[in-house]
């Protein structure tokens, strides 16, 4: 078990690195010059020339990278070239609410995304499987931004059940928090619900015909005793790494759902960073998402080898 994590722990350091490379490269390929937007109207040599060495863009890209990482070390993201506050400061205010949102949509569309893909292959060719295939169309079918709008409408507008928009920190009002932040969770993991009942159904499937299950069976145990301790444990490897890999891309793609209940996280940000060429900001937030990623994968990868100990010797997934 201590080698499988030392491996998985130095591919995990080598991914960080090579992210944190290109990243930074990437970056700075974006069309556009961030002095030009910096200097508003006075857009002479001498004030472009005066920006660029403030914030040190004028040096050689090794420089820049070395200076970079130094700064990674640290823990200094730099200071935005827009407002000239601490990047740092910007995601210790944006970051808790992106994730907080991811989190609680994961949670939510792995509760129903699982129990209905289990019921679709247990009652399968019944009504229960046609009944969550065709919602799991449905909400792989329906956008995102149009679902939210209809909530807000219907059930913040008309009814006022929930808020439109707004954020309230946990630690200041846990109760109105969660108030401001279920609605967009359940919208954002409908679609994710789609998906993970799409491919929990499929898992189930192969594993209720495989021998092992028809060996329990034969044995006579209880019908949910050979659904949850064998056919379902076997297929939860797929359900993770599907987890796994959609609560990552959430933490980076929620940005249309944080725009439409106005949730100040990753999405505004990210956009204005973008829009301004503001090199520290998206370097932080490309940074974290594949930080992200990277952790992510990594937990994943513990889960396998919980579910299934043969990975802890081969392993490999597969």
Known sequence: MARYLLTRAWQSALTLLMSTIVVFVGVRALPGDPALALA?????????????RHYGLDQPLPVQFAQYVERLV?????????????VSSMLTTALPVTVELSVLAILIAAALG????VLAAVRRGRPAEWLANGLALIGLSVPHFWLGLLAILYLSVATGLFPA????PFLEDPVDNLHHIVL??????????????????????DSLSSD??????????????VITRHALRNSLIVVVTVVGLQLGGLISGAVVTEQIFGLPGFGKMTIDAVFQRDYPVIQAVVLLTATAYIVINFFVDLLYSVIDPR???TGDPA
């Not at 928009?165 to 309230?168: K, L, P, Q, T």
Request: no cysteine; glycine share 14%.
């Open 40 to 52: 508003g109207e006075d857009r002479s040599p001498e004030a472009l020339e005066a920006i660029r």
């Open 74 to 86: 640290q823990g200094d993201f730099g200071v935005s070239i827009r407002t000239g506050t601490p």
């Open 114 to 117: 699982v129990g209905a893909g």
């Open 165 to 168: 928009s707004g954020f309230v």
């Open 184 to 205: 967009p969770a359940v919208i954002l993991g409908t679609g994710l619900a789609a998906i993970i009942m799409r491919q929990t159904r499929s898992s189930m499937l």
């Open 212 to 225: 092992y299950v028809r060996t329990a069976k034969a044995k006579g145990l209880r019908p949910r005793a």
């Open 311 to 313: 990975i802890r010797v």
